[in-house]
């Protein structure tokens, strides 16, 4: 009875575990938050820690080159046959003749270890400096991905946020026209109307309905693009706690709109200034080619020749030998290919400096252009949003009036796709708007 108890208890232990985690749990995010998670969870972002840290490992890859490096080998002999050297035969008084005579045993092994330390080279110093200044390009690229990818968070988390208000919208006016269908169907079989005037009204309903099933598609899309941004999982259900109301009233327009540009402290002048000083460490570096280099050496081996496999016989000798060195290696004539690396390397720093100026003159434009797109995109969006509250009234009272028999279905149909115009455009409106405000916040953003 109690084992029985037991694998009963374990089962619906088991089960509950199941229904738990199978009942999940919707997240919710503020758009910061969203942010903030895919700072940690984002593809790409991972990517681009990984590459900071590989940066890392190459620097201090680059600084063990100049530090003392030790190298041991064993190498071993069998001879299958004695090497043979000929003597001339005057030593054993034979003269005019040669006499083959075998040397050496036929088991030899050598122990041996190197210490080579690097006294001085060009290459060795720069090359370390523009290693380094490749990590700071790694760095300041993982600054620009992170930007990268909050901006894209903030535009997807915007994209849903215009869906679900756009079928706030529609669902509203669906409820109207459902309502007034209902009305007009039970008047018509009072006599009180005709077919026509009912027919109309379910024709507008039907176009509602299609036009929730494509904004719901979208939603669910937009969602979509949303979580993967953010790293989520395609079955992760989330919840968005911001609101669009929520960002148009903290646009910021007469901040962003009067903020001063400073190029230099822009994210995407920052990574080029290190990508151009990288260039010229490159440049740097090619010219250490013509510079001489000095390393020093300390060896010690042993030796060991036998006529039996005895090695390990502490009986028999090793003959020990180490010696010490410098090495001085002088670069005297490469026929030009010095040269020519060392014009490419220059060649490719002039080419950054034009990139600077390029940048810089784009960054102006580009700055000038998006206040003036925001700043029309704001006053638009004003516009429409009068719009849309205006055509709304205007279709509900077109709707009494065409229950009453006060207006015609051309009438009401013309006031139908007048709404729905000025819904979409009202939701395009702000969308724009919001996502200019990102852009132009991105672009003035000092780092």
Same mark, same amino acid.
């Given at each position: &009875?109690?084992?029985?108890?037991?694998?009963?208890?374990?089962?619906?232990?088991?089960?509950?575990?199941?229904?738990?985690?199978?009942?999940?749990?919707?997240?919710?995010?503020?758009?910061?938050?969203?942010? #903030?998670?895919?700072?940690?969870?984002?593809?790409?972002? /991972?990517?681009?820690?990984?590459?900071?840290? +590989?940066?890392?490992?190459?620097?201090?890859?680059?600084?063990?080159?100049?530090?003392?490096?030790?190298n041991?080998?064993?190498?071993?002999?069998?001879?299958?046959?004695?090497?043979?050297?000929?003597?001339?035969? #005057?030593?054993?008084?034979?003269?005019?003749?040669?006499?083959?005579?075998?040397?050496? %045993? *036929?088991?030899?092994? @050598?122990?041996?270890?190197?210490?080579t %330390?690097?006294?001085?080279?060009?290459?060795?110093?720069?090359g370390?400096?523009?290693?380094?200044?490749? %990590? #700071?390009?790694?760095?300041?690229?993982?600054?620009?991905?992170?930007?990268?990818?909050?901006?894209?968070?903030?535009?997807n988390?915007?994209?849903?946020?215009?869906?679900?208000?756009?079928? *706030?919208?529609?669902?509203?006016?669906?409820?109207?026209?459902?309502?007034?269908?209902?009305?007009?169907?039970?008047?018509l079989?009072?006599?009180?109307?005709?077919?026509?005037? !009912?027919? %109309?009204?379910?024709?507008?309903?039907?176009?509602?309905?299609? +036009?929730?099933?494509n904004?719901?598609?979208?939603?669910?899309?937009?969602?979509?693009?949303?979580?993967?941004? &953010?790293g989520?999982?395609?079955?992760?259900?989330?919840?968005?706690?911001d609101?669009?109301?929520?960002?148009?009233?903290?646009?910021?327009?007469?901040?962003?709109?009067?903020?001063?540009?400073?190029?230099?402290?822009?994210? #995407?002048?920052?990574?080029?200034?290190?990508?151009?000083?990288?260039?010229?460490?490159?440049?740097?570096?090619? /010219? @250490?080619?013509?510079?001489?280099?000095?390393?020093?050496?300390?060896?010690?081996s042993?030796?060991?020749?036998?006529?039996?496999?005895?090695?390990?016989?502490?009986?028999?000798?090793?003959?020990?030998?180490?010696?010490?060195?410098?090495?001085?290696? +002088?670069?005297?004539?490469?026929?030009?290919?010095?040269?020519?690396?060392?014009?490419?390397?220059?060649?490719?720093?002039?080419? &950054?400096?034009?990139?600077?100026?390029?940048?810089?003159?784009?960054?102006?434009?580009? !700055?000038?252009?998006?206040?003036?797109d925001?700043?029309?995109?704001?006053?638009?969006?004003?516009?429409?949003?009068?719009?849309?509250?205006?055509?709304?009234?205007?279709?509900?009272k077109?709707? +009494?009036?065409?229950?009453?028999?006060?207006?015609?279905s051309t009438?009401?149909?013309?006031?139908?796709?007048?709404?729905?115009?000025?819904?979409?455009?009202?939701?395009?409106?702000?969308?724009? !708007?919001?996502?200019?405000?990102?852009?132009?916040?991105?672009?003035?953003?000092?780092?």
């Amino acid at each position: &009875m109690n084992t029985f108890f037991y694998r009963a208890t374990i089962t619906l232990i088991i089960l509950f575990s199941n229904l738990k985690g199978n009942s999940q749990t919707p997240l919710a995010f503020s758009m910061a938050q969203a942010q #903030e998670y895919a700072f940690q969870n984002n593809y790409d972002l /991972k990517n681009s820690s990984t590459d900071v840290v +590989i940066a890392q490992k190459l620097v201090r890859q680059n600084t063990a080159i100049g530090l003392p490096q030790i190298n041991g080998g064993i190498d071993y002999t069998d001879f299958l046959a004695l090497p043979t050297s000929l003597i001339p035969g #005057e030593f054993i008084g034979q003269p005019g003749t040669v006499i083959p005579i075998q040397f050496g %045993q *036929k088991y030899n092994v @050598t122990l041996k270890g190197t210490v080579t %330390q690097l006294v001085y080279s060009g290459q060795y110093l720069v090359g370390l400096q523009t290693a380094k200044a490749f %990590q #700071e390009v790694v760095k300041q690229q993982n600054v620009k991905d992170k930007m990268d990818v909050r901006d894209l968070v903030a535009l997807n988390y915007l994209g849903v946020l215009m869906y679900q208000e756009q079928t *706030k919208i529609i669902d509203t006016i669906y409820k109207v026209t459902s309502k007034m269908v209902d009305e007009l169907s039970a008047a018509l079989k009072l006599g009180l109307v005709e077919d026509i005037d !009912v027919e %109309q009204l379910e024709l507008n309903k039907a176009d509602l309905e299609a +036009i929730m099933i494509n904004t719901n598609t979208s939603l669910d899309l937009s969602i979509s693009r949303l979580k993967f941004t &953010m790293g989520l999982k395609e079955n992760q259900q989330i919840l968005l706690t911001d609101s669009l109301p929520y960002f148009v009233n903290s646009l910021a327009r007469d901040y962003l709109m009067n903020q001063p540009f400073d190029y230099t402290k822009n994210i #995407e002048y920052t990574v080029l200034k290190k990508r151009e000083y990288q260039v010229f460490m490159q440049y740097k570096l090619s /010219k @250490t080619a013509y510079q001489p280099s000095l390393m020093a050496f300390l060896g010690v081996s042993g030796n060991a020749q036998r006529d039996e496999w005895n090695f390990f016989n502490d009986k028999y000798p090793w003959y020990g030998t180490a010696n010490w060195g410098l090495s001085l290696t +002088i670069p005297i004539w490469s026929s030009g290919s010095r040269k020519y690396s060392v014009d490419q390397a220059y060649l490719n720093f002039q080419k &950054m400096k034009v990139n600077d100026e390029k940048l810089r003159t784009a960054l102006d434009l580009q !700055v000038a252009t998006v206040k003036n797109d925001f700043n029309n995109a704001f006053l638009v969006y004003l516009n429409r949003q009068k719009g849309l509250e205006v055509s709304t009234k205007i279709y509900v009272k077109t709707i +009494i009036k065409y229950k009453e028999g006060v207006a015609g279905s051309t009438d009401l149909n013309q006031k139908y796709n007048q709404f729905l115009q000025s819904e979409k455009d009202y939701l395009l409106a702000m969308f724009n !708007v919001l996502s200019l405000k990102v852009q132009l916040a991105r672009l003035l953003e000092n780092v």
